[in-house]
């Protein structure tokens, strides 16, 4: 790998906005000034503004390459007729260049930006985000044509937010910028709270907002005088494998995670890598320490309870790879960053892997401007028991499916209702389910307001508003999609199109961009996913059905086996031990205070009853988290009265 790439000009990390009034009126600078700053940990460093005729486009910048002012946005062409403001990098900005001033295009500047504008200009929307390598949301205004062309990037690692009120088309990277602009028109969505109780997580079909949409991974969408127009330019393809030899497939990943790794080592600021000690993390540190011309920075977190703390494998990879590693210990106090967190991700959110995401992050950035993760490794070469659990679902296809449906599935779904705190009837219901060959019953998990709990937890007012709504209808389009795929293919594609940018991007992002850290993710690389979804499940699996069987084998050339063949562990914290010791008494006064009361949404008994069950020693650790993040969101904003640097 050529040294220089840690010498190239690209861009930056940054925030974007903009509004489009399609009656021409001037936009209120005021009005898109406070849009764009309340990003201001996502471009601390410079921010800029377009303003014309019907048409405002917002920047803030987190300079990590390319630090001069000629890298300053919203950005034009030579005549001032395309504009763009763009959030993340063009990995192949160069070889786009070339081939653009091949075609008669002039640049002013050395930023990956620039492509943007003149590719635009050469290739037309499609044309130029088939040609894109890289992790980008990006706004562009066509004064010529008077329309504005949004993109995503194909996975969604950078997000995009957009509310069409009839009259106007708003835009943004954080749904607050939406919030501060759209103020009281904006209205709750019962259905999105549902799904967030249910999942955790809001999926990508809705927001916490009617009218606020995302913008889907690998979709741009056009808005002009009349209309707004979404379409997709990429999807992947999990029904089309190929026949090659265990040792071939080695290779080729091989090849292309070297080439993933070395696309994310350019920056003229310090670069480091996360390291959780698990097997993703790990690999991408010895990929890159292959590539780095000093010893890589890599940053660990850890707690005092050792079932939660994977340090002494993080220490393992640091001392083979001699890269100077820092460490922090996290406890108790995590309490208090519960309102800045609450605010950072302006939705509700209860992936309790926030935490430690934004403490690894805020230690990392006292060092590096850049960090690289290993996020994305699971979902590529599917690490997660679902996978193999879906994927058993073929030795078991000698059962009729309308018994494993109809008859297996609904027994055990009917024992876990009658007992739903045993965690054997719990794990006899999920098995029942992935064996079903049904993926709406795949998503339903157990730790979340699923069923029974979630008939039991809402008011009749809002049950009624649901109006017989079910959250597994948040994915009814992309379960479309996959009609015909066996279902352990229709799973991963369901995985990467829905769970990955709805709940693990979005937690990397936010959590780094709170403390303006820039992560880049190698195995979130387009063509990592394209070259995993070509390979056959039995290979990436292994002959028994093991989660992350493949990766595994390989990664053993790198690492020491003690860190590749251990069980896998989850980047968590122990909530639910704070949650039942000194978080307890301030949970509850949260979660059944008469604000919370007053909303109307629960039954408060069955939330005193899970609370009191949780002291007792059941789990409800996810169901009590997603409550007490609801309600801080709540409070931070509908009612107004919490601040992010309030102390709860």
Request: hydrophobic content about 45%.
């Amino acid at each position: 790998m050529c040294l220089d790439l840690f010498h190239t000009a690209y861009r930056a990390m940054c925030g974007i906005v903009g509004v489009f009034h399609r009656d021409g009126r001037m936009p209120d600078r005021v009005v898109v000034e406070r849009m764009r700053d309340v990003m201001v940990t996502r471009g601390p460093d410079d921010a800029g503004l377009y303003l014309a005729e019907g048409v405002a486009l917002g920047h803030r910048r987190l300079s990590i390459i390319d630090l001069s002012p000629a890298g300053h946005q919203p950005m034009s062409n030579e005549d001032d007729s395309v504009w763009v403001v763009l959030n993340g990098e063009i990995y192949n900005f160069a070889d786009l260049r070339v081939a653009l001033e091949q075609a008669g295009h002039r640049f002013r500047s050395r930023s990956d930006t620039e492509v943007i504008v003149h590719g635009y200009e050469e290739w037309g929307a499609e044309g130029l985000l088939r040609r894109l390598h890289g992790m980008f949301a990006f706004g562009l205004w066509d004064a010529r044509q008077r329309h504005l062309v949004l993109a995503r990037d194909r996975l969604g690692k950078k997000p995009l937010f957009v509310a069409d009120t009839g009259t106007s088309v708003y835009f943004a990277s954080d749904i607050k910028c939406l919030w501060l602009a759209l103020g009281d028109t904006l209205r709750l969505d019962e259905k999105a709270i549902d799904c967030f109780l249910y999942f955790y997580y809001i999926p990508q079909s809705r927001t916490i907002f009617r009218g606020v949409s995302k913008l889907p991974p690998g979709h741009w969408l056009l808005a002009d005088d009349r209309t707004t127009r979404a379409q997709p330019y990429w999807k992947l393809d999990c029904a089309t494998h190929e026949a090659l030899s265990v040792d071939e497939w080695r290779a080729r990943v091989v090849a292309t995670l070297r080439a993933a790794v070395g696309r994310r080592v350019v920056a003229d600021v310090p670069l480091g890598a996360f390291l959780s000690g698990g097997v993703d993390s790990s690999l991408v540190v010895a990929l890159l320490s292959e590539v780095s011309p000093t010893p890589v920075r890599t940053f660990s977190i850890g707690f005092d309870k050792m079932r939660y703390d994977e340090r002494r494998f993080a220490r393992l990879v640091s001392e083979r790879y001699r890269t100077v590693h820092d460490e922090l210990t996290v406890d108790v106090d995590a309490w208090q960053i519960l309102p800045s967190l609450v605010w950072h991700f302006g939705e509700p959110f209860g992936d309790s892997s926030a935490i430690p995401t934004a403490y690894v992050a805020k230690v990392a950035r006292e060092h590096v401007g850049v960090a690289l993760s290993g996020d994305g490794g699971d979902e590529a070469f599917l690490g997660y028991s679902s996978y193999a659990a879906v994927y058993r679902e073929r030795r078991v296809r000698w059962i009729p499916r309308w018994i494993r449906r109809h008859v297996l599935a609904s027994l055990a779904t009917a024992a876990y209702a009658r007992w739903p705190v045993n965690y054997t009837l719990a794990r006899c219901r999920s098995l029942a389910q992935n064996l079903s060959g049904d993926l709406r019953l795949v998503p339903r998990g157990d730790s979340g307001w699923a069923e029974p709990f979630r008939e039991r937890l809402y008011s009749p007012t809002f049950a009624s508003a649901l109006d017989a709504w079910h959250p597994v209808d948040a994915f009814a389009n992309t379960l479309d999609e996959v009609v015909g795929l066996p279902p352990a293919d229709g799973w991963r594609h369901l995985v990467f199109r829905e769970i990955l940018p709805a709940d693990y991007l979005v937690k990397v992002d936010v959590a780094s961009m709170m403390h303006s850290l820039e992560v880049r993710c190698p195995f979130l690389d387009h063509e990592i996913a394209e070259l995993s979804a070509r390979m056959p499940l039995e290979v990436l699996l292994g002959p028994r059905g093991e989660a992350k069987h493949f990766l595994k084998q390989l990664a053993l050339d790198y690492l020491p086996p003690e860190v590749v063949l251990r069980p896998k562990q989850g980047f968590e914290v122990p909530i639910g031990d704070w949650l039942r010791g000194p978080w307890a008494a301030r949970v509850r006064d949260i979660v059944l205070g008469p604000r919370a009361r007053q909303r109307g949404y629960f039954d408060t008994r069955m939330i005193d009853e899970v609370l009191k069950q949780h002291a007792a020693g059941v789990d409800h650790t996810h169901r009590i988290w997603c409550l007490l993040w609801l309600e801080l969101w709540h409070l931070m904003f509908v009612d107004r009265v919490l601040g992010p640097s309030d102390t709860l």
